[in-house]
């Protein structure tokens, strides 16, 4: 039986304690979910009582949403500073570089390695067993981007229907996901040729280009 800390050492640095365990939760819960991670496990791996997480936090459930909170605040953060840096840039701002800027700030981090790439794993297992209140997502992610992307759209292309936007930003963080999620894990590692060499460039070149053409596309239709 394998042990429930093994191959990771207890933490008892100078960090806070409530910064140790939301570190040892986030590690248990993207590598066996939820249900399957214990109170014990999570104190255990920061170094802590056991009896630290209902007073820091009130217990399991409200570590796992300050979790989330946590990486949502940093994601968040990193794909608005992305639209932002296109848009006061000194030159008038072109769809291709919206779309590039926001494209890396999305997948980047998650296929680098580390533990913005680890939450991924957490990602999937939330959409298939959900354990966050029901609006969290929306309210500390969705909007705030799909605000400022709207924005940024908007005035790139003035002629584009407002009421269309949440589905063309939608368009693209499908794809971003698709590839982020699903068809990297898939495919990596294949003795396909042309399957092996999809890498992070490819991915966002294609996104770009395929997204531009898409959205411009649309535009035609709505002249039409």
């Known amino acids: 039986m394998t042990a429930p800390n093994q191959g990771v050492q207890p933490d008892t640095s100078e960090r806070s304690v409530q910064d140790r365990l939301v570190e040892a939760a986030e590690e248990l819960f993207c590598r066996r979910g939820y249900n399957e991670t214990s109170v014990r496990d999570i104190a255990a791996i920061a170094g802590c009582n056991v009896a630290s997480v209902n007073y820091y936090f009130g217990g399991k459930d409200n570590l796992y949403v300050e979790v989330w909170r946590r990486r949502l605040a940093f994601m968040r953060t990193h794909r608005l500073a992305s639209i932002e840096k296109v848009m006061s840039a000194p030159n008038p701002p072109q769809l291709e570089n919206l779309l590039h800027s926001y494209a890396v700030s999305f997948i980047e981090p998650l296929v680098e390695g580390g533990p ?16 966050l209140p029901r609006d969290m997502y929306v309210e500390e992610m969705v909007t705030p981007v799909l605000e400022a992307f709207r924005e940024a759209l908007l005035k790139i292309c003035p002629w584009l ?44 070149n294609h996104v770009v280009k395929f997204s531009a053409a898409g959205v411009r596309g649309c535009t035609e239709v709505q002249r039409g």
């Open 161 to 204: 229907d407002a009421g269309t936007v949440p589905m063309v930003v939608f368009s693209i963080v499908g794809q971003l996901l698709m590839h982020t999620v699903c068809v990297k894990e898939m495919f990596e590692g294949s003795t396909h040729p042309e399957l092996s060499r999809i890498d992070l460039d490819s991915i966002v």
């Open 116 to 131: 913005h790439c680890r939450f991924i794993n957490l990602m999937a297992r939330e959409m298939i067993d959900p354990h």
